[in-house]
C-alpha cells in the first residue's frame, strides 16, 4: 500500500512540474479553423491569379499585393482565434494566460518566425520569390519544434512535417501552391481534430 502511494506521490509531482514548466491550453479547435482560414484564403488567392493574373503573379500587379493581403489576414485572424480560444481554455482550466511557461512558449515560436519572415521579405524584395512558399512552411516548422519544449509536445510532430513539406517543396517549387495547401490548410486541420478529440473533448 505505502508503495503505491509512493508510485502516486511521484506521478503528481511529475504532473505539476510539468504543468508549471509547459503551457498546455492551446486549443485544438484553433487549429482546424487556422486551416479552414487558409483553405478559405487559398482558394480566393487561386482564382485571383487564375482570372486576373492568367496563371502568373507579378511583383508590382494588384493581384500580388492582394495575395500578400490574404495571407496578412489568414495570420490575423488564426493568431487572434488561437488567442480567444486559448484564454477561453486556460480560464476553464483556472491555469494562467500569460505565466512564465506561456512566455517562453511565445518567445521560442517568434525567433524562427520573424527571422524567417523577413528573410522571405527580402528575397521578395529582390524578385526571388520562387522559394517563398517552402521558406514559409520551414521557418513554421522550426517554430513549432522549437515552441514544443513549452508546450503540448505532440506539436512537434506538426513542425517536422511541415519542415518535411517545405524541403519538398524548395526540391519541387511547381507545386509549392498545393504544398502550401497541404502545410497550412489540410495539417492544421488534422492536427487540430486530433488535439480536441484528446485534450480539449473531456
Known amino acids: ?16 512540474m510539468n504543468k508549471s514548466s509547459r503551457f498546455i491550453s492551446l486549443s485544438g479547435l484553433s487549429g482546424i479553423l487556422a486551416g479552414i482560414y487558409a483553405l478559405i484564403g487559398a482558394t480566393i488567392a487561386y482564382w485571383l491569379v487564375i482570372n486576373h493574373s492568367y496563371g502568373t503573379l507579378l511583383l508590382d500587379g494588384w493581384v500580388f499585393k492582394t495575395c500578400l493581403l490574404i495571407l ?33 512558449l511565445i518567445f521560442n515560436f517568434l525567433i524562427p518566425l520573424i527571422t524567417g519572415g523577413i528573410y522571405i521579405l527580402i528575397i521578395l524584395a529582390q524578385q526571388k520569390y520562387g522559394q517563398a512558399g517552402a521558406l514559409m512552411l520551414i521557418f513554421y516548422g522550426l517554430a ?47 492536427y487540430g481534430t486530433i488535439m480536441y478529440i484528446k485534450y480539449d473533448k473531456k
Open 1 to 16: 500500500m505505502e508503495a503505491k502511494d509512493y508510485l502516486k506521490d511521484i506521478s503528481e509531482i511529475k504532473n505539476l
Open 72 to 104: 496578412a489576414l489568414i495570420a490575423f485572424f488564426s493568431i487572434a482565434t488561437a488567442i480567444f480560444l486559448t484564454t477561453r481554455k486556460a480560464k476553464k482550466n483556472n491555469e494562467k494566460i500569460w505565466d512564465t511557461s506561456s512566455k517562453r
Open 144 to 190: 513549432l519544434v522549437n515552441a514544443s519544449k513549452y508546450s503540448i509536445g505532440d506539436i512537434r510532430y506538426l513542425g517536422f512535417i511541415e519542415i518535411i513539406l517545405g524541403l519538398i517543396c524548395a526540391l519541387f517549387p511547381g507545386y509549392g501552391f498545393i504544398l502550401w495547401v497541404i502545410g497550412f490548410g489540410f495539417l492544421h486541420i488534422v
